[in-house]
């Protein structure tokens, strides 16, 4: 069964911590996005990235940073965790778009985050 | 950034009726994707429609896909408790690649 795997499913942080959040895909897909999710505000794009090394700035992207060091694993990085990033993070992966070809999004379970 | 609404954004109804929820934009999408996801879960795609005019169906989930591409509507037919759950949609479109935008999603109730 194909997978993207979150590497925790609840965290509480302090204030000014920085915090990782990992996640890995097993489905050999190009493609992988961090969104976060908000009542009433669905789902908004952090970062995505198309390759490995290659990352480029989605909708919100104050406040994080990633890391693609292998086609795998896409971590997030909060570099210095505040309240206002409570939040569920959502990853995602995806084959590269071909053309007409669209492909969907295979989502991890996420990672309720409570920064305090 | 292209604009996304759906609608209802909250649905309360009694299993076995029927309904209907919508997703539009002022741009055209290249695709348009259907999510459904639980709580505590990650959402789980449903359906992709590409071409204007398409009609999907999956057991008694019905999508529909605009002519002009620029809407879709979602029904569920005689709907069951296990239907309770938020409905995301999300398009792409011709300039942002893989890159997807989702609606704020539609919360499903289904009272038995």
């Known amino acids: 069964d194909v997978k993207v795997t979150q590497s925790s499913r609840y965290l509480v942080k302090r204030t000014g911590e920085k915090v990782f959040l990992e996640c890995v895909q097993d489905m050999d897909h190009e493609n992988m996005f961090w969104y976060r999710q908000d009542p009433g505000l669905g789902l908004r794009l952090i970062y995505f990235s198309y390759d490995v090394k290659m990352k480029e700035k989605g909708d919100i992207p104050e406040g994080y940073s990633v890391s693609r060091e292998k086609k795998e694993r896409f971590s997030l990085i909060l570099e210095s965790a505040s309240t206002n990033q409570t939040s569920m993070y959502l990853c995602?992966?995806?084959?590269?778009?071909?053309?007409?070809?669209?492909?969907?999004?295979?989502f991890g379970s996420g990672t309720r985050l409570t920064v305090v | 950034t292209q604009l996304l609404e759906q609608s209802p954004q909250f649905l309360s109804i009694q299993e076995g009726e029927n309904l209907t929820v919508y997703c539009n934009s002022s741009s055209v999408f290249s695709s348009l994707q259907w999510y459904r996801q639980e709580p505590g879960e990650g959402p789980v795609l449903l359906v992709t429609?590409?071409?204007?005019?398409e009609v999907k169906k999956l057991k008694r989930l019905t999508f529909q896909f605009g002519d002009a591409r620029k809407d879709s509507s979602l029904h569920i037919t005689a709907a069951q408790p296990g239907d309770t759950g938020l409905y995301l949609c999300a398009g792409e479109f011709e300039t942002s690649g893989s890159r997807l935008t989702f609606g704020e999603g539609t919360q499903l109730t289904v009272n038995p």
């Open positions: 429609v590409v071409t204007g005019g």
């Open positions: 995602a992966s995806s084959l590269r778009h071909g053309g007409t070809i669209s492909y969907g999004y295979t």
